[in-house]
């Protein structure tokens, strides 16, 4: 597994005030996980919902990217300053 820490947070092409987070890639990239810090509004606030199928953009602080999608009916939980996505496809890195 390898963890990358990121910076800045795009989710649907907006972005997320945060304090940035971790991501987790296992051996493949199918299976990933993002642990996003400390966001000032909460998703609905955003104008995003949980039923929502989201598109994440996240930046490195060498400006690597990764996209990939992620769904939050079952696969999102909230903790108190911790929002944790779990992959729902192919993690790409630019």
Not at 11 to 24: K, P, V, W
Not at 78 to 85: G, S
Request: charged letters at 30%.
């Amino acid at each position: 597994m390898r963890d990358v820490e990121i910076k800045l947070v795009y989710i649907n092409d907006q972005f997320i005030d945060c304090r940035g987070g971790t991501l987790s890639i296992e051996n493949h990239a199918e299976n990933w996980q993002f642990e996003m810090y400390d966001p000032v509004l909460t998703l609905e606030e955003e104008g995003l919902h949980h039923t929502d199928e989201y598109y994440l953009k996240l930046y490195t602080a060498d400006d690597a990217m990764f996209t990939g999608r992620s769904f939050t009916s079952e696969n999102i939980e909230r903790k108190k300053e911790l929002l944790v996505f779990e992959g729902a496809g192919e993690l790409h890195e630019a």
